[in-house]
């Protein structure tokens, strides 16, 4: 005669941690100021400050979360920055 197959339970799923909705101002410093909201409906992504009125907005994609626009505004003010620092290096060269 045979054995009965046990019935062996499936391991228990890992549970994600939630991602963060609210980061800091890169223009105030304000911790907890800056809120992500996005709009499938539309397509559009929105980072606002509460404290200092600052704003980004951007497309974005079904796999887009709110960590993703924080980054990407962090990212075009580091750009921005840069291009300035560079056009001031620019206009300052002794050899023109």
Known sequence: MGK???KSKPPPKKRMDKLDTVF????????????????????IGEANCRICQESFSTTV????????????????????NNYEEDDVSYKLDPNE
């Not at 800091?24 to 397509?43: A, Q, W, Y």
């Not at 994609?61 to 921005?80: F, G, H, Q």
């Open 24 to 43: 800091s101002c890169p223009f105030c410093s304000h911790g907890t100021s800056v809120e992500c909201r996005i709009d499938m409906k539309n397509l």
């Open 4 to 6: 009965r197959k046990s």
């Open 61 to 80: 994609t079904a796999l887009t979360e709110p960590i993703d626009i924080y980054s990407e505004w962090i990212d075009e003010c580091e750009r921005v």
